[in-house]
């Protein structure tokens, strides 16, 4: 249902028109200053709704100028590498050698904010000289959501078929990894030699791999990629408890629980997400199933109504017996998978929490225990969680009390993170204390998400696109 002020914008939308022509027709004149003047008298929100219009506008071209000042910094002082050091001036790879991992998801962001020459200049260092002809153990599921989603979001954008090929190549290296007597994936394989290491893992990295693999069956027509990543996802649904719920650590050899406590937090939490949003891309009546029994056992256990307001902690998978009562800024995610399924009145509940919880000390803690709101992780390491659950509620509700909180979003984003050269975690929340560190998912998720709650809205359509976890829109099957 729209807001009274959007409803009121859609009449004015809908009547100004007819009530202009009809002055300007008994007034020789046809200047419609007077028409306007009336509208503005008779109709108010008129004048609210351009405003705010206007205001809209002004904050996306300012977002935009941050991820100018963001990339320039990376392409400053370490183009070629996967991520800036923006205290030091340096860069970071991963695993020594890079993967060019901030060019590859920043790129699609570019596109959506219609920067041509930096997507170009992204696209020149992915081509001449990305390469997963390595020799190096990597983090399957980081891989996966940063590297095979951002490639293949990128190509479906711009129609270079160098980064489908790209992408196909990297699927294969990664294939290794669900080759576990469960098919469900270790946690780390060896991009040139198959080898694979990491037998206790989570839902998150076993269940986070559908929406990219899935992907590419699709445009490949090789069915190899989306049936591999669906054994995985339905091997670990079958292993929830009597309740409905997974743990926290499981072993991809024996299939067996190395831990009980249940969350929705890092670690699980995008285990959720794809099955609500493999649903949304893929159709079909088994990821529809399996989303609804799990958010169902989820909201049923997991939810808590507390003093401090409303919240998810964590519970014994088997029992749902209250284990702890700690949020953060990962679990802040929540009320935009609520929204996107159409449950807005949990949703706005729990994005008022994530806002408190924000507001305590002018950005959001890794850490909070909401039963007395005191941190017990202080770090803000750019998360981009509550902005994307912000978009996706302004998406659905139009409410302007989500444009607000945007707005606190990149005032303090400006004011605590910002350096000259880029954008820094901080290492505590409360000291505002900065570290030496700018993720890749900074550009590829924070700032797109900032970027998107106030574009216009045929920016992205979100009826033809699902996001993948690091914010890489993906085209729904028609």
Not at 72 to 87: I, T, V
Not at 144 to 166: F, P, Q
Not at 395 to 421: H, I, P, Q, V
Not at 451 to 474: D, G, I, K, S
Request: with cysteine.
């Amino acid at each position: 249902m729209r807001s009274l002020v959007a409803s009121a914008c859609l009449v004015v939308a809908l009547t100004i028109p007819l009530h202009g022509r009809r002055k300007a027709s008994a007034d020789s004149r046809g200047t419609g200053q007077t028409a306007r003047a009336n509208s503005t008298r008779l109709y108010p929100h008129f004048e609210f709704c351009r405003r705010r219009d206007a205001e809209k506008a002004a904050m996306a071209a300012a977002v935009r100028r941050q991820f100018l000042h963001a990339w320039n910094g990376y392409m400053r002082y370490a183009k070629g590498h996967d991520e800036l050091r923006p205290l030091s001036k340096g860069y970071k790879d991963w695993y020594g050698v890079s993967l060019e991992m901030t060019p590859v998801d920043a790129l699609d962001t570019m596109v959506l904010m219609g920067l041509d020459k930096q997507a170009d200049a992204a696209r020149e260092l992915i081509d001449k000289h990305l390469s997963f002809d390595r020799d190096i153990y990597v983090e399957n599921f980081e891989i996966n959501i940063r590297l095979l989603g951002g490639l293949e979001s990128s190509y479906e954008l711009t129609g270079d078929k160098r980064l489908l090929a790209l992408a196909m190549d990297l699927a294969n290296r990664l294939l290794p990894a669900f080759h576990s007597p469960t098919g469900m994936p270790y946690r780390f394989v060896n991009l040139k030699t198959g080898a694979v290491r990491g037998s206790v893992s989570n839902p998150a990295e076993i269940g986070s791999e559908m929406l990219e693999f899935g992907t590419l069956s699709k445009l490949t027509g090789n069915p190899i990629y989306y049936n591999t990543a669906k054994r995985a996802v339905v091997a670990l649904y079958r292993r929830r408890s009597s309740i409905g719920l997974v743990g926290a650590g499981i072993n991809v050899k024996t299939g067996q629980w190395t831990d009980p406590m249940s969350f929705i937090g890092g670690g699980i939490d995008s285990y959720y997400e794809y099955l609500l949003k493999a649903w949304l891309l893929f159709g079909g009546k088994d990821f529809e199933r399996m989303w609804k029994t799990s958010v169902a056992a989820v909201n049923r256990y997991v939810a808590d109504d507390a003093p401090t307001g409303f919240w998810y902690g964590q519970v014994n998978m088997n029992t749902g017996a209250r284990m702890g009562t700690r949020f953060g800024a990962l679990s802040a995610f929540w009320p935009g998978e609520l929204a996107l399924s159409g449950d807005l009145t949990r949703a706005r509940r729990l994005e008022d929490s994530c806002y408190k919880m924000w507001n305590l000390y002018g950005v959001e803690p890794d850490g909070l225990n909401y039963s007395n709101l005191q941190i017990v992780d202080p770090a803000y390491p750019l998360r981009p969680e509550i902005i994307e659950s912000a978009f996706y509620l302004y998406r659905f509700t139009n409410d302007a009390r989500y444009l607000r909180m945007g707005r606190t979003f990149y005032d303090s984003l400006m004011k605590y993170c910002r350096t000259k050269d880029g954008f820094a975690s901080l290492k505590d929340v409360r000291t505002k204390k900065k570290a030496d560190d700018m993720p890749s998912y900074f550009l590829a998720e924070t700032l797109k998400y900032s970027y998107l709650l106030f574009a216009p809205r045929q920016t992205l359509n979100l009826n033809r696109v699902v996001f993948n976890t690091e914010a890489h829109p993906l085209r729904k099957t028609p």
